[in-house]
């Protein structure tokens, strides 16, 4: 149980255009669900949180503009990067989180993202 | 600001001996403390939690403690296997559950 997934796990594109980034809970329903980004051998930084059917909460430095969150049901949330430049180039994680276990986040499998 | 530190060097033993990992945190007092491992190119897998009320805590040949006097929780793998090679992160909850993780400490047993 508790399964969490992404789409896609890889994604190349140009500078300058958008990419969204699918994040699932299989098998539960996520009220919370937290985007991270992970540059190679170096911590996972959380972007924001977002929950269901309010708008996310970004942490201090991440630009809402330029990342774009949607939670829309309790089983999907999206993370649009919005003109993306290749220093947006990284390992995107999300995780969720159930109402009754306010202490354990499931992670998914990441997406990779290189912008050309 | 809190702060957590692993040893970024790599931990290199051999089959079957005990790996012991160690995470310190600065300028906090946690409720609880995580392990995850991760593996290249993939997201962190749950390991374990302990609170600060518990002193240690196992799963099968995993063990966690929690010095909340030393600010110091050691993660221990005995009988340990070349399959645990991975990165091994710790993880301090911050305003109301969010995650803060340490770098990581990566793993390689040889056989």
């Known amino acids: 149980g508790a399964v969490v997934s992404q789409h896609p796990s890889w994604v190349i594109c140009k500078s300058g255009t958008s990419v969204k980034i699918e994040c699932r809970s299989l098998?539960?329903?996520?009220?919370?669900m937290f985007w991270y980004r992970q540059f190679p051998k170096q911590s996972l930084m959380l972007m924001a949180t977002s929950n269901e059917g309010s708008k996310a909460t970004y942490e201090q430095g991440v630009e809402k503009d330029k990342f774009l969150i949607n939670h829309a049901s309790l089983t999907l949330s999206t993370l649009t990067v919005t003109s993306a430049h290749p220093e947006d180039s990284s390992f995107y994680i999300c995780s969720a989180r159930q109402l009754s276990s306010r202490d354990t986040q499931y992670f998914g499998p990441g997406t990779r993202l290189t912008v050309l | 600001s809190q702060k957590i530190e692993q040893n970024s060097e790599a931990l290199n033993i051999q089959e079957g001996k005990t790996a012991t990992l160690t995470c310190n945190y600065t300028n906090y007092s946690p409720a609880y403390l995580q392990w995850y491992r991760q593996d290249p190119g993939r997201g962190p897998v749950f390991l374990l939690l302990i609170r600060e009320n518990e002193k240690e805590k196992r799963k099968e040949r995993l063990k966690v403690t929690f010095d909340t006097t030393l600010k110091q929780s050691l993660f221990h793998i005995t009988a340990s296997q070349p399959a645990d090679s991975a990165t091994y992160l710790c993880?301090?909850?911050?305003?109301?559950?969010?995650?803060?993780f340490g770098t990581g400490t990566r793993l390689q047993v040889f056989p």
């Open positions: 098998d539960f329903q996520a009220t919370t």
């Open positions: 993880a301090l909850p911050y305003n109301t559950d969010k995650l803060i």
